[in-house]
Nanobody, 116 residues
Framework: QVQLVESGGGLVQPGGSLRLSCQGS????????MSWYRQAPGKERELVAR????????NYADSVKGRFTISRDNVKSTAYLQMNSLKPEDTAVYYC?????????WGQGTQVTVSS
């Protein structure tokens, strides 16, 4: 069955870095656009970054531009989110999403907490 498994979350001090990973299985990973979303307590889920199937185009939320980098390795069926210069307002549950035409799959989420 389709699975997206996120890892790499945790507690980090402001200014620190984390790298999230999302490994997909049960579908043709290389044919899907991959995205990272986040949801903070009391807020709606928001798009953080997106990368097309070939990796040739990326998009970012204004709030993370210049600090976060999305990438993918289609051989390993894994998407990544490198997060640098983290701020307390980046605290949220981060979800990865795979999307193609009418199909959309979600991971279970990984908690990122930025606090001193």
């Amino acid at each position: 069955q389709v699975q997206l498994v996120e890892s790499g979350g945790g507690l980090v001090q402001p200014g620190g870095s984390l790298r999230l990973s999302c490994q997909g299985s049960g579908f043709t990973f290389s044919s899907y656009a991959m995205s990272w979303y986040r949801q903070a307590p009391g807020k709606e889920r928001e798009l953080v970054a997106r990368i097309i199937s070939t990796g040739g185009n990326t998009n970012y939320a204004d709030s993370v531009k210049g600090r976060f980098t999305i990438s993918r390795d289609n051989v390993k069926s894994t998407a990544y989110l490198q997060m640098n210069s983290l701020k307390p307002e980046d605290t949220a549950v981060y979800y990865c999403n795979a999307e193609r035409l009418f199909n959309s799959y979600w991971g279970q989420g990984t908690q990122v907490t930025v606090s001193s």
